[in-house]
T-cell receptor
């Protein structure tokens, strides 16, 4: 089955620790995206990548980092520099020149 | 700064009612508008609208875009408890990447 997978589903982190969220897709999509969702708010774009080995900052990139070494994978690292990392993180992908993005199931990160 | 505003923020109805959800936007270089349904986890794609006045329909759900007045509506007829979800509106702007700007969503609760 084609789709987007994210792991883990739930993640707990102590303050000061870096954590990496996984996002994998087997849809052969060129573009991949990371969003953050806070309660009562819409999704905000963290980073996106249109091709392998290239990515751009979104609206709220500070305290996050990404890599795109393979077309299928777009991991997100939440660093200790992110002041308020507790949130629901969603990964999405799309065919390069099309508007519709398809989402993974999300990772809920809680900082203790 | 691009802005997408959804109303109402929340709505409680009974099964069988008809609901109208609103999405207005102020963006530069509008390209398309997307509606998603989010039930706890991943947003699932409902509609993409690019042209004014053309209704998109899928079962009991329908949506229309007014590019002159800069808004879209999502209608759900004969609501069911399974329609309970957050409905997200997102606008795509032209550019080198298909970036989405999301509204904060409308929480719809359908009571039996």
């Amino acid at each position: 089955d084609g789709g987007i997978t994210q792991s883990p589903k739930y993640l707990f982190r102590k303050e000061g620790q870096n954590v990496t969220l996984s996002c994998e897709q087997n849809l052969n999509h060129d573009a991949m995206y990371w969003y953050r969702q806070d309660p009562g708010q819409g999704l905000r774009l963290i980073y996106y990548s249109q091709i392998v080995n290239d990515f751009q900052k979104g609206d709220i990139a500070e305290g996050y980092s990404v890599s795109r070494e393979k077309k299928e994978s777009f991991p997100l690292t939440v660093t200790s520099a992110q002041k308020n990392p507790t949130a629901f993180y969603l990964c999405a992908s799309s065919i390069g020149d099309q508007d519709t993005q398809y989402f993974g199931p999300g990772t809920r990160l809680t900082v203790l | 700064e691009d802005k997408v505003v959804q109303s109402p923020l929340s709505l409680v109805v009974h099964e069988g009612d008809t609901v109208t959800l609103n999405c207005s936007y102020e963006v530069t270089n509008f390209r398309s508008l997307l509606w998603y349904k989010q039930e706890k986890k991943a947003p699932t794609f409902l509609f993409m609208l690019t042209s004014s006045g053309i209704e998109k329909k899928s079962g009991r759900l329908s949506s229309i875009l007014d590019k002159k007045e800069l808004f879209s509506i999502l209608n759900i007829t004969a609501t069911q408890t399974g329609d309970s979800a957050v409905y997200l509106c997102a606008v795509v702007t032209s550019g080198s990447a298909r970036q989405l700007t999301f509204g904060s969503g409308t929480q719809l609760t359908v009571l039996p």
